[in-house]
């Protein structure tokens, strides 16, 4: 007997619970111990991928639930594609779930342009504590009661403002609330008194036929993420609770590659911005800090705040400098900064050029940096942490550096984790670490570690 088998039936099935569940029956030709064990698994896991033609995946998912008797399910999970399916496919599932006292849907349906109403029975239920829900479209004259549920994501779907008022009332136990590319709302009024992350997605598919503002309420919201196409005007308000926040928004395009008002989109931006600047930990995607870099060159003041640690999703190319710094000189109490490196393929390194690594410190944004030192507060008092991720010796990483150890007057710890990418050969990182150690330092605690 193969070692796995002699394994007590209780860890073999928490095993089997973490696979799709289509490898999950064929275990039962394993052996005469695994025979039975796929119809006792709590977790189902149904996708349609390696299905042809798509009815064997209806069928599979029917005799399966049917062959399980009244064995426990804590954890559903379907995948349909909706242009292939009728509403008998799956609202027998949905049904056998609801009976079953279920914990954990996810009904992940893909679409093309069409979408589905969730049964009666889904809006009102006592067992869910997790909820996930793609390309439905809430009945309007239904009430919600889900007394448990901790946990909602709708994704690709339609709901009103109607919709989200009823999920407030209905849902008291709320926690998480993630609205990955939905529509139909404009005014996102978030009173639970437990809801503690907001998660919103919004899709460039989606025009202005939705209203050209969407304002967001969330008094009680601590984790605040906001990210996609910035496709109309968005206002945040009553938002003090917000601790830590995460803005990774991109510019408007339409559907024909033109950018629409880009300067309106910008301000609205900085808006955002200025409205999370009380928050702890902010996370500021790449157009952001595009958008800071502009204001930098054109001398604008940095908005004040009081976060403790930022981190910048970036490129590092030099015009990432001036946003990197305009930032800093706006936040005074800093005490971390992560840089997470946006590695694109074809960008430089290509491996050589570190030789010149004097040339370095010659260009315009590392000029700039020794310029503003004097501006940047966090320097002198609180900047104990720095941390690069996924790092790939771009010319522009070096000045930064420079700019960090050589006016860091409290700097503890510079921590730069590389990209494991071909060209961050040993060979190339000890080169790298070469230059790290030959850079000056302001605080004699500083210590530089580079990780592969």
Known sequence: MDRLSELPELILVHILSFVN????????????????????????????????????????????????????????????FLNASYPKDYEGWILYAVKSNIEELFL??????????????????????????WSCKFIRDVQISWNLLAKLTLRFSVLGDQDVHKIMVGAPKLEFLELDSCCGYDDLNIDSSSLRTLIV????????????????????????RLSGSLYRKCILMNVQSVVNATLNLRPHTGFNGEKKNLKGQQDNLMELVRSLKHVENLTLGAWCVEVLALREKKRIPSQISTHKCVTLSIHMKEDDLFGTVNLLKGSPALQMLIIDMQYVPYEEPKGAGLADSKNFYNSNGANYLASQAKHVKCLLHHLKTVKITQFVAKTSVFPFLEFI????????????????????????????????????????????????
């Open 21 to 80: 569940m289509r490898d999950v029956v064929r275990t039962a030709i394993l052996s005469k111990r695994w025979r039975h064990l796929w119809s006792i698994v709590p977790n189902l896991d149904f996708s349609y991928d390696d299905f042809y033609p798509y009815q064997n995946y209806v069928d599979f998912v029917n005799r399966t639930l049917l062959s399980r008797g009244t064995s426990k399910i804590r954890r559903l999970k379907i995948g349909l």
């Open 108 to 133: 992940e349906f893909n679409q093309d342009c069409c979408y589905w109403c969730p049964p009666r029975c889904v809006y009102r239920n006592s067992s869910f504590k997790t909820l996930n829900l």
């Open 405 to 452: 150890l050589k006016n860091g007057k409290v700097l503890e710890n510079v921590v730069i984790i590389a990209k494991r990418v071909d060209t961050n050969s040993p060979d190339y990182l000890l080169k790298v670490a070469q230059i790290l150690l030959s850079l000056p330092r302001a605080s004699s605690r500083a210590v530089v570690t580079l990780l592969n």
């Open 201 to 224: 997605r919004e899709s460039e598919s989606v025009e202005f036929e939705y209203g050209p503002i969407m304002k967001i309420s969330a008094p009680n919201v601590q984790t605040l």
